[in-house]
């Protein structure tokens, strides 16, 4: 399991964290809504403590992984803590805020485009 966890958030983590950077919120940071900036800013900031986090994580959870046990339990178990809280708050506010708003201009610009093209 340690094994797939690294796997995950060396690459699939990455990734979306990466592609939200470079799609996602460039659009929603432009416009007049503070409160939606304010959001995106604060998704952009969790991708750079969780990557801090995830540095902290990664070797002990890939000792685990290769059956060695060099890590104190204790401070993994409160790292996981932290970096899992973080997590859960960040998908909340994706999932809840930012994403429905992302979603909206995608469908407006994609209607759009349709009109523009007489492609109803």
Request: include cysteine; hydrophobic fraction near 45%; aromatic fraction near 8%.
């Amino acid at each position: 399991m340690a094994a797939s966890i690294v796997a995950f958030f060396d690459g699939s983590a990455r990734a979306h964290h990466d592609e939200e950077e470079r799609v996602v919120f460039p659009p929603l940071l432009t416009g007049s809504d503070t409160m939606l900036i304010a959001h995106v800013r604060r998704l952009q900031q969790d991708h750079g403590w969780l990557e801090e986090d995830w540095r902290q994580l990664r070797p002990p959870l890939a000792a685990i992984a290769e059956g060695r046990t060099w890590f104190e339990p204790e401070v993994l178990r409160q790292g996981c803590e932290v970096f899992s809280a973080l997590y859960i708050e960040h998908i909340a506010l994706e999932e809840l805020l930012v994403y429905p708003e992302a979603r909206k201009r995608l469908a407006m610009e994609a209607e759009a485009v349709s009109r523009r093209t007489g492609m109803h």
